[in-house]
């Protein structure tokens, strides 16, 4: 059974570029929930997709955007990169039909702003 | 404003010890404390959870023991072995918030010394 699965591993951009993230859940999951994880600090929410729509929005600016497709997967989009947006970007997946809390993450992807 | 804090924010143990590590919420809504592991550059992985209706729970080596009246948490780890050195993070999450959004606490980094 696949776990989460993201990518790419590694990334590295330049101040006011724009990057996409991919995410794949957890087979037989359908909720993709994103992260940032900044060095030496706790995950934090950014925004979760359900149905395709976003269903809640953590304090993250507008440049942060994300997607989901009929399969469940996920993008995440971030313009106009600042330095400050480096970070390990985590991508977690549930099932939403069971009211799970339970959210499982993906390995995650390191991105370099310079 | 911080709603999960943990502590310690490092924990050295000798094997065989037992590891614990605390956790204090603010948000009286929470219903699901789960405690995530993280080895260094992968994702978090669920290691165990709990919800307010019990005051302690036990899967093999790890323990929650929650106290609602205080609004604290902790993970125990009996018998601490060096594959348990990572990074341990609480969390907290309610189902009013819709989505499940985890607040994450910064993190606890344990070593386990031979």
């Known amino acids: 059974d696949a776990g989460v699965t993201q990518s790419p591993t590694h990334l590295i951009k330049t101040r006011g570029q724009q990057v996409t993230l991919r995410c794949s859940p957890k087979?037989?999951?359908?909720?993709v929930s994103w992260y940032q994880q900044a060095l030496g600090q706790g995950p934090q929410f950014i925004f979760q997709y359900y149905e395709e729509e976003e269903r809640q929005r953590g304090n993250f600016p507008d440049r942060f955007s994300g997607h989901q497709f009929p399969n469940y997967s996920s993008e995440l989009n971030v313009n106009a990169l600042l330095l400050g947006d480096s970070a390990l970007y985590l991508c977690?997946?549930?099932?939403?039909?069971?009211?799970?809390?339970?959210?499982?993450f993906g390995p995650g992807t390191r991105l370099t702003v310079t | 404003q911080q709603q999960v804090k943990q502590s310690p924010q490092s924990l050295i143990v000798q094997k065989g010890g037992i590891s614990i590590i605390n956790c204090a919420y603010e948000n009286t809504a929470f219903d699901y404390f789960p405690w995530y592991q993280q080895f260094p550059g992968k994702g978090p992985a669920l290691l165990i959870a709990i919800r307010p209706d019990v005051s302690e729970k036990k899967e093999g080596r790890f323990t929650i023991s929650f106290n609602k009246s205080a609004k604290q948490f902790s993970l125990h780890i009996m018998d601490s072995q060096p594959g348990d050195s990572a990074t341990y993070f609480c969390?907290?999450?309610?189902?009013?918030?819709?989505?499940?959004?985890?607040?994450f606490g910064k993190g606890t980094k344990l070593s386990v010394i031979p």
């Open positions: 969390a907290a999450t309610y189902s009013g918030a819709g989505s499940y959004q985890l607040t």
């Open positions: 977690a997946s549930s099932r939403d039909s069971l009211g799970t809390y339970e959210q499982y």
């Open positions: 087979s037989g999951h359908d909720t």
